[in-house]
């Protein structure tokens, strides 16, 4: 069974970081591309990036790709996102996510059960 | 960036209804266009990809059309399960995007 749990949320104050991570289980993780997904409260999904299975390409939104650093370690089944300079902007929902990636299509076909980061004094 | 304009934002329907979520890319997007499920308080579920591929395991009721930049996801008969929002999603370029979503009301 694939199974993908998120950890690391929480509180944060304005101006901090945080770095959440991604256990993954049930597949072999090193064939895969993976990604994050946020979504603030009572908004819509937002795609911050994704990373392929060597951690040679890395892609970002671009209002995130000075603050936000993906990352992978194969060995520990274990994707990350280091988030810096976090803003009350940033409070969300972070989902991490199985990427199917060809030539043809680009989909996300497992997602993680999401946790919460809540930027504030 | 491509901008994924969603309508409506709401929809309320009834069971045994056919249902259609439209969405609209700023740009060509070449059918490079996913559907999601999201129920509240889960994560999303891909319905559909590639415009009009049904992911494994996703009932029959649920298709998808479209080309260039207007795509529609269509429920043939409303299901008391089917409440929740509904995403689309634009994988031609960098960045990707979602759409704004739609949610569905069940009457």
């Known amino acids: 069974e694939v199974k993908l749990v998120e950890s690391g949320g929480g509180l944060v104050q304005p101006g901090r970081s945080l770095k959440l991570s991604c256990a993954a289980s049930?597949?072999?993780?090193?064939?895969?591309?993976m990604g994050w997904v946020r979504q603030a409260p009572g908004k819509g999904l937002e795609w911050i990036g994704e990373i392929n299975k060597d951690s040679s390409t890395i892609n970002y939104t671009p209002s995130l790709k000075d603050k936000f650093t993906i990352s992978r370690d194969n060995a520990q089944n274990t994707l990350y996102l280091q988030m810096s300079k976090l803003g009350s902007e940033d409070t969300a929902i972070y989902y991490c996510?199985?990427?199917?990636?060809?030539?043809?299509?680009?989909?996300?076909?497992?997602w993680g059960q999401g946790v919460m980061v809540t930027v504030s004094s | 960036d491509i901008q994924m304009t969603q309508s409506p934002s709401l929809l309320s329907a009834s069971v045994g209804d056919r249902v259609t979520i439209n969405c609209k890319a700023s740009q060509n997007i070449n059918k490079y266009l996913n559907w999601y499920q999201q129920k509240l308080g889960e994560a999303p579920k891909l319905l559909i990809y590639?415009?009009?591929n049904l992911q494994t395991g996703i009932p029959s009721r649920f298709s998808g059309s479209g080309s260039g930049t207007d795509y529609t996801l269509t429920i043939s008969s409303l299901q008391p399960e089917d409440f929740g929002t509904y995403f689309c999603f634009q994988h031609n370029s960098w960045p990707l995007t979602f759409g704004s979503g739609t949610k569905l009301e069940i009457k």
């Open positions: 996510a199985r990427c199917v990636y060809t030539t043809d299509y680009y989909l996300f076909d497992y």
């Open positions: 590639n415009t009009n």
């Open positions: 049930g597949f072999n993780f090193n064939d895969y591309w």
